[in-house]
């Protein structure tokens, strides 16, 4: 071996230097390596767990989000609905009230109206009668006394009021 330029007694340095470095790594460096890789795995893992539970109570207040949104959306469909029919109501009365309104200015109408009619019915009575005991006095003359002629004309205005 001494031919081949390798000395046992480098070998054996060699090899003592190789353990002792092994155990010098071992002590300061892979320890510490190993011990900041768990560390670090281990913060790794509770983020993950956090990032979790986070994704979690997200998802559960979202769902609660979701059911009041809900619920918030049932109530104004509710709200709505009892508006429209509250509007619907006053509609209806009052279209009730213009048709009753309506009604009672027709009914005043004709009542207006057949007073009238009457009215002018009597004054045309009033009218006619006169005319008749002028014609009566004209034709007769002053024979008829005035009772007679009243009688006379009242019964020629209740045979007209017969004839209609």
Known sequence: MEALGISPFGIIAYIINFVILVVLLQMFLYKPVTQMLAQRQQRIADGLSAADRAAQEAALQRAEFEKELARAREASQVEAKKAAEATERMRQDIISAAQKEAEEIRARARAEAEQE????????????????????????????????????????????????
């Open 117 to 164: 009619k009457q009215q002018v019915a009597a004054d045309l009575q009033k009218e006619a009668a006169s005319l008749a005991m002028q014609i009566t006095r004209k034709v007769v003359g002053g024979a008829i006394d005035e009772t007679a002629q009243r009688r006379l004309v009242d019964q020629f205005l209740a045979s007209m009021g017969d004839a209609k």
